[in-house]
């Protein structure tokens, strides 16, 4: 069956800080991997995808993730977080027509 | 290029009126996708259509909820006599093709309140 983790509800950390946000995801076939950012009263905003090549997957605002297939893992990251990050988070992988998300995961950076 | 777009973007029903969400998706995007989001909840896959075909409606309720997408205008996501569990943001999302590797670009939401 298809799905996808986020283990963490809440990320916090400090302006300046590296930021990581997990997700890991359980796939028959091959995984399409994507992660999303969610604004206060808005829609989702696409940041990257994984589909196939590169392990590492560059995006917008900064933000990277990296795809490791051993791990069954698309974890979102962050040289140096801005106040301007804080929102919701959504890991997603999609097979066939249907997206599935992960349930979220909420990131407050601190100045 | 217009993102998506769906109207409106608040609605307030009673138990039992219907609800009509509408969907316009980007230009050149003749694939549409419905979900659902629940308060402090994730996003869940509800329909997915194209023009005049529904290909996957595996995430909709078997009742009252209903969604088409015509040869002209916007897709409408229906929802007959409502019920309070019915109180959730709706979103919309479109992509340019079909496929596991395609981005679905997102609308901004309809909250639906039912009272």
């Known amino acids: 069956a298809q799905s996808v983790a986020q283990p963490e509800d809440q990320v916090n950390v400090a302006e300046g800080n590296p930021l990581t946000v997990k997700c890991t995801y359980s796939?028959?076939?091959?995984?399409?991997l994507f992660w999303y950012v969610q604004y206060p009263n808005r829609g989702l905003q696409f940041l990257l995808k994984?589909?196939?090549?590169?392990?590492l997957v560059k995006g917008s605002y900064g933000f990277e993730a990296e795809f490791n297939k051993s791990q069954t893992s698309f974890h979102l990251k962050k040289p140096s977080a801005l106040v301007s990050d804080s929102a919701l988070y959504f890991c997603?992988?999609?097979?066939?027509?249907?997206?599935?998300f992960g349930a979220g995961t909420r990131l407050f950076v601190k100045a | 290029n217009a993102g998506v777009m769906q109207n409106p973007r608040h609605l307030v029903r009673r138990r039992g009126q219907e609800a009509r969400l509408r969907c316009s998706p980007m230009?050149?995007?003749?694939?549409v996708y419905w979900y659902r989001q629940l308060p402090e909840e994730g996003l869940k896959f509800m329909v997915y259509?194209?023009?005049?075909?529904?290909?996957?409606e595996s995430g909709m309720p078997k009742e009252r909820f209903s969604a088409e997408f015509p040869k002209e205008g916007p897709s409408i996501l229906r929802i007959q006599q409502v019920v309070r569990g019915d109180s959730a943001a709706y979103f919309c999302?479109?992509?340019?093709?079909?496929?596991?590797?395609?981005?679905?670009?997102f609308g901004p939401g309809t909250r639906l309140l039912v009272l």
């Open positions: 994984y589909i196939t090549g590169d392990n």
């Open positions: 230009k050149g995007h003749s694939h």
């Open positions: 997603a992988n999609t097979g066939g027509f249907k997206t599935i």
């Open positions: 259509l194209q023009k005049e075909n529904i290909i996957d």
């Open positions: 796939v028959s076939g091959n995984p399409y």
């Open positions: 999302a479109s992509s340019p093709k079909t496929g596991g590797q395609e981005t679905q670009y």
